[in-house]
Nanobody
């Protein structure tokens, strides 16, 4: 029912910026949470940022002050503005939707988009 499509990844030099987008389609519940995760080769997948349907946000420690998550509820789209990128940010970035509340929500994942930061 739900599909997530990411875009905006690419190659950028350290200190540069990228803006990722994730468009959700299908039946999206009013109560939901959208998030960005990332995973580098040989490392665990980690939460980058998340945002609820009410606009409440959370960021991982290394992202605070550099990344900004936002959403357009009318278009069911979430964005991730990434500034001051570091080589350590190189990873595949995945969009995630929790459709519904914490207890009964269903998780959906996008296919991922590659972000590569060169020194």
């Amino acid at each position: 029912q739900v599909q997530l499509v990411e875009s905006g990844g690419g190659l950028v030099q350290a200190g540069g910026s990228l803006r990722l987008s994730c468009a959700a389609s299908g039946t999206i519940f009013s109560i939901n949470r959208m998030a960005w995760y990332r995973q580098a080769p040989g490392k665990q997948r980690e939460l980058v940022a998340e945002i609820t349907n009410t606009g409440s946000t959370y960021y991982g420690d290394s992202m605070k002050g550099r990344f900004t998550i936002s959403r357009d509820n009318a278009r069911n789209t979430v964005f991730l503005q990434m500034n001051s990128l570091k080589s350590e940010d190189t990873a595949v970035y995945y969009c995630n939707l929790r459709n519904g509340g914490v207890m009964r929500g269903t998780d959906y994942w996008g296919q991922g988009t590659q972000v590569t930061v060169s020194p």
